[in-house]
Structures are given as C-alpha cells and as structure tokens.
C-alpha cells in the first residue's frame, strides 16, 4: 500500500533556532516527492519537488533532501521565522501519467519568541 | 495569492442536503483536482479533469460529483450530505496532467454539516 509517513507530529522551536522534520515512504513507483507549506486554514504552498535523481533542493532558508534508496526525505529549516509557523506536507508522486499524490499527515511547527 | 480561485469560502448546511462548490483555475492550467481534508487528516486525493475530462479518481463518494466545464471551471458537488463530510475542500490546478508538475491550490471551501 502507497503511505507517507511524517515524523514528529508536531514540533515547537525558538525563533531563530534550525529544525529537520522528517517523511518515510513506500509509494512505488516513485516519481517524484513534495514539499509544502499550510498555513492554518490556506492551502498547501509548494515548496520543493525532488525527482529520484535529486538529492537535495533548497528554496531560501528550506532544504530538502531525498533518499531515495531508503526513501526517506527531510526537511530542514534555518534560522526560523515566526512566519514558518504552520504544517509542512510531503507528498509522494506515484508514476503512472496522471498526478495522483499521496499526502502525509503534516507535521506542525509552531515558533515562538 | 495562487491564482486558483474557490468560492465560496464557508458553507454551512444540514445533513440530507446538496451543495456545490466552485473552482477557477490559474490562467492557462488545464487540469483541475479535488481533494478533501477532514480535521487534522491529510489532504485525500477526490477526482481529477483535464481540459474537461475525468482523468483519474480518487476516494471520491458516489454521493459527490464534479464536472470540468469548457471555460475549465470546476464545480464538486456534494449530495445527500453527512455530519463526516464536514471538512476542508481544496480545489488544484496544474497546467497539464503529468505526475511533475507544479499544483497551485486555492484557498479552500471550508464545509460544516449540522
């Protein structure tokens, strides 16, 4: 069964401070892995899209890397904001021609002062 | 702002009833996607369009359906409503309907069945 799995559920740091949230998965085939951005009541804001031959791409202070071997991604925030507060979602790409994504839970990232 | 516009934002409505719900695309993106997010769950793959066609389906109910119109507007259509469908819709586009491209998502229909 095609799953991504997200890792913690949750997670509060000091603004300022780096953070590393994680995504296992077993969705095969693989085409490619997302991340994005939710605010609280928005939508999803996409991040990063990592293809299998990728291993790591940064969007500003956002770094994700990708593994594929293992299938695990993760992504790791600098020097966090206030703003960075909200759920970070991976999503799996299965290949097949058609975009059916198969989205993780979220991990919730609260900053504070 | 994503360019994918959904309307309306809130919906509240009693079980047994019908709703749509409506959704413009960024300009120049042909497909259109549906999903459904319940309270603290992931975004559940609903259907997808392309250019007006059904193109790949989800865990989509017999009770809802959608339609891509020739201007490439989407509408979902909830019937026979629920309290568990109560949720979070979002409403996608891309601008064809391959597994790498970009979703741009809307903003969301929040739906609450009394």
């Known amino acids: 069964k095609n799953q991504v799995e997200q890792s913690p559920q949750s997670l509060i740091i000091l603004e300022g401070k780096n953070c590393t949230l994680q995504?296992?998965?077993?969705?095969?085939?693989?085409?490619?892995l997302r991340w994005y951005k939710q605010d609280t009541g928005r939508g999803p804001v996409s991040l990063t899209i990592?293809?299998?031959?990728?291993n790591t791409k940064s969007n500003g202070r956002y770094t994700a890397t990708l593994d594929a071997d293992t299938k695990q991604s993760s992504l790791h925030i600098t020097a966090s904001q206030l703003s960075d507060s909200a759920s970070y979602i991976c999503v799996v790409s299965a290949a097949g021609g058609y975009n059916k994504l198969i989205f993780g839970a979220g991990t919730r990232l609260a900053v504070h002062p | 702002d994503s360019g994918v516009t959904q309307t309306p934002k809130h919906l509240i409505t009693a079980t047994g009833q019908r709703v749509t719900l409506r959704c413009s695309p960024r300009s120049g993106d042909l497909s259109v996607y549906w999903y459904q997010q319940s309270l603290d769950q992931g975004l559940q793959f609903l259907i997808q369009?392309?250019?007006?066609?059904?193109?790949a389906k989800g865990n989509i109910l017999e009770r809802f359906s959608a339609q891509q119109f020739p201007d490439l507007h989407s509408e979902l259509n909830l019937s026979s409503l629920e309290l568990g469908d109560s949720a979070l819709y979002f409403c996608a586009s891309s601008v064809g309907d391959r597994g790498y491209e970009k979703l741009f998502f809307g903003s969301g229909t929040q739906l609450s069945v009394l």
């Open positions: 995504c296992n998965y077993t969705v095969s085939p693989f085409s490619n």
């Open positions: 369009y392309y250019n007006g066609e059904e193109r």
């Open positions: 990592m293809t299998f031959s990728e």
